[in-house]
């Protein structure tokens, strides 16, 4: 319970440090993490082939009124890319170099 609850609180959290790191001061780390919960909460039940687009236009329709039009773009690019494909990525990464690498001898 103790490693989920850490583990879902990094993956909140990460949009907060995406706004920050564009500059945004409008928005709490409390609202962030709720509004990020409940995308959680609604790609879940969606059922679309690895939540593609959903994810994102929930991203983008719930933080939209905290952030300036220009921003929300690039913050949903960054997020998508944080979230799933540097997932995708270290997991390739890691699955070739495990591929490659001689059997260990018992």
Same mark, same amino acid.
């Given at each position: 319970?103790?490693?989920?609850?850490?583990?879902?609180?990094?993956?909140?959290? *990460?949009?907060?440090?995406?706004?920050?790191?564009?500059?945004?001061?409008?928005?709490?780390?409390?609202?962030?993490?709720?509004?990020?919960?409940?995308?959680?909460?609604?790609?879940?039940? *969606?059922?679309?082939?690895?939540?593609?687009?959903?994810?994102?236009?929930?991203?983008?329709?719930?933080?939209?009124?905290?952030?300036?039009?220009?921003?929300?773009?690039?913050?949903?690019?960054?997020?998508?890319?944080?979230?799933?494909?540097?997932?995708?990525?270290?997991?390739?990464?890691?699955?070739?170099?495990?591929?490659?690498?001689?059997?260990?001898?018992?």
């Amino acid at each position: 319970f103790i490693l989920s609850a850490l583990q879902l609180s990094c993956y909140f959290a *990460i949009g907060y440090f995406i706004f920050r790191g564009l500059s945004v001061n409008t928005i709490s780390f409390t609202d962030v993490m709720t509004l990020q919960s409940m995308i959680y909460l609604i790609i879940t039940v *969606i059922p679309t082939p690895g939540t593609i687009g959903t994810s994102e236009a929930g991203f983008y329709l719930l933080f939209k009124r905290f952030v300036s039009p220009g921003i929300m773009p690039y913050a949903t690019l960054l997020w998508s890319l944080i979230n799933y494909y540097l997932n995708l990525i270290c997991g390739g990464i890691v699955t070739l170099v495990n591929h490659f690498m001689p059997p260990e001898k018992a």
